[in-house]
Structures are given as structure tokens and as C-alpha cells.
């Protein structure tokens, strides 16, 4: 088990430096001077060039590169042209934000995608499998930020019960937590459901049935932990989803985060913030990838086997 973490950590080295180089490279591609925004009314190309200098941006790609991911590597992400304070404290002032947000989205998704899959599976062709496709699919197909606009609508300004904005309280966290998890919980929702009904068809099911199992034990203790394998796969993949799915929420709900941060500075070309949110970003994907791996290999010891 150890050396199959220890080799999947290890993996994410060389991941990191190709994100890292990514990022850097389209940063700098996309077209525009952050210096312009810098510079007053009546500043002259000398003034220009003096800025360029001070921030490093006279150099060429691969020696600005460089020096930033030394720098990175340090724990210095480098000063907000902008803002002028250090990136690392924008980065840990909005993280809790963004991670309270993707940690309710996770559950939110996960609970009740997992909870529609088993009673669709268990009570296949019913009304009750009807209802629970449906509520699934709408969650795949509404976009996020038409649903946020919508549960605004109804449950902070119709019925006041949450607030339209802010981060000051658990109410706020409630409404974006449910905007961005419905997504998540249609897709795993329809997963689980699939998986489990293919379970229903293997013959070791037949086989708890002869022996006198009940059908909630039979579902709950053995055919939904065999079904796990592809919700596990989606994990990983949906811990990524959704904390970039909460860059949008939040400034659909005015909640201050990485997508915030991350959005005002590409408006105002901020390079040494834009590159560490889109680290930060990327880096959730890869880890959650990580993550799933982990839980797949301790859900089934064939993975692991592999390693020995």
C-alpha cells in the first residue's frame, strides 16, 4: 500500500512542473501590458521602461520563468502589480473562502447524488426511479449560474430566508453550496444508479438471496460497495469540478474567494496573482486525481497488487 502512494506522489513532481510551465506560458500570451495599467496620465516611454525593469518584465520568458518558480518554490508567489502586497497573503486570505465553499459542495454532492442512485437502483422502473432521473438530470443540464440566480430569486428575495450575499455567516455558505453540489450530485446520481443496477446482474447477488439476506443488506453491505469503483473515479474528478465551479458562484453571490481574486485580476492583467490562482486551481484537480487513486487502491487491492 505505502509504495503505491509513495510512486503516486511522485507522479505529482513532474505534473506540477508542466502545470507550472502552462500556466506561465499562456499568462504571458495573452495579449496586453499590465505596466499600461500602472502608469498615470502623462507618463512617458522612459517611465515605462523604468516599471518594466522594476517588476522584471524587461527579461525574456524562459529567465522570467525561472526566477519565478524559484521564487514559487520558496513560498514566494511574487507581489500583486495591482494591489502591491504579497500574492501568498491575497492566496490564504481567500482560500478558506473557496475551500468552506467546494468542502459543502463536495457533501452536498456526494450525499444526495449517492442517496438518489441507491433508491433509482433498488426501485428500477418505478415512479420513484422516475423522479430521482429526472432531479438528476435537471442538476446535469441547469447551468450553475442560471440555478444561483433562480434560488436567489425564490429563497433570499421572495422568501428571505438566506441572504442574497456575502460570507459572514453559515446562511450565506447555504444557497452557492447548493448551486454548485446539484451539479455534481445529478452526474453521481445517475453513475451510482448504473453501477449498482450491473451489480444487481452478477451472480454473487443470486447467491445472498439464497442464503436469507435481507434486500437492504444485501444493497447497502455488498452490492453498493462493489458499485463504488466509478463514484471513486468521480471524485476525483469532481473535487477539481467544483472548486473551478465556485469561481463562478462566487461572483454570481458576491462571496469573496479565489474565483473573485482570480477574475479581478485578469481584468486588471495582475500576472503574479493570475498565476497562483490558476495554480491553486489546477493543483485541486490533480490532488482530488491523487486522492481517487488512494481510495481506489484501498477499495480494491488488485490496484495496489500491481506495485508490489
Known amino acids: 500500500m505505502w509504495i503505491y502512494v509513495f510512486r503516486r506522489t511522485l507522479l505529482l513532481i513532474p505534473i506540477f512542473f508542466i502545470i507550472s ?12 501590458d499590465p505596466v499600461d495599467s500602472l502608469l498615470g496620465p502623462g507618463s512617458t ?5 523604468a516599471l518594466t525593469k522594476v ?16 521564487k514559487f518554490l520558496t513560498g514566494d508567489m511574487g507581489q500583486s502589480i495591482i494591489e502591491k502586497q504579497p500574492v501568498s497573503d491575497m492566496i490564504f486570505y481567500n482560500m478558506p473562502f473557496t475551500v468552506r465553499l467546494g468542502l459543502a459542495s463536495i457533501f452536498i454532492s456526494f450525499v444526495l447524488g449517492i442517496f ?16 430521482s432521473m429526472i432531479i438528476a438530470l435537471l442538476g446535469v443540464t441547469v447551468p450553475a449560474f442560471w440555478l444561483g440566480l433562480i434560488l436567489m430569486l425564490v429563497f433570499s428575495v421572495i422568501l428571505g430566508w438566506f441572504p442574497v450575499s456575502g460570507s459572514g455567516s453559515l446562511k450565506t455558505l447555504v444557497l452557492p453550496a447548493i448551486t454548485v453540489g446539484l451539479g455534481g450530485a445529478g452526474l453521481i446520481a ?11 446482474n452478477k451472480e454473487f447477488v443470486l447467491l445472498l438471496y439464497a442464503k436469507g439476506l435481507s434486500k437492504p443488506v444485501i444493497i447497502f453491505k455488498h452490492i453498493f460497495r462493489n458499485a463504488l469503483m466509478p463514484v471513486i473515479t468521480i471524485f476525483g474528478l469532481r473535487l477539481g469540478w467544483i472548486l473551478g465551479g465556485a469561481v463562478t458562484i462566487e461572483i454570481v453571490f458576491s462571496r469573496p474567494g479565489i474565483g473573485n481574486m482570480l477574475l479581478s485580476a485578469l481584468y486588471r492583467r495582475d500576472y503574479p496573482v493570475v498565476q497562483a490562482s490558476l495554480i491553486f486551481l489546477t493543483m485541486a484537480v490533480i490532488i482530488g486525481a491523487f486522492l481517487a487513486d488512494i481510495m481506489y487502491s484501498y477499495a480494491d487491492p ?7
Open 190 to 200: 445517475r453513475i451510482t444508479r448504473v453501477s449498482m443496477l450491473e451489480m444487481f
Open 21 to 32: 510551465l502552462v500556466v506561465f506560458s499562456l499568462i504571458h500570451l495573452v495579449p496586453g
Open 116 to 131: 438518489l442512485g441507491i433508491i433509482s437502483a433498488a426501485a428500477r422502473n418505478t415512479f420513484i426511479d422516475y423522479i
Open 302 to 308: 488488485r490496484v495496489r497488487d500491481v506495485y508490489k
Open 55 to 70: 517588476y522584471g518584465l524587461d527579461k525574456s520568458l524562459p529567465i522570467q520563468y525561472g526566477v519565478w518558480l524559484k
Open 45 to 49: 516611454a522612459a517611465d515605462k521602461v
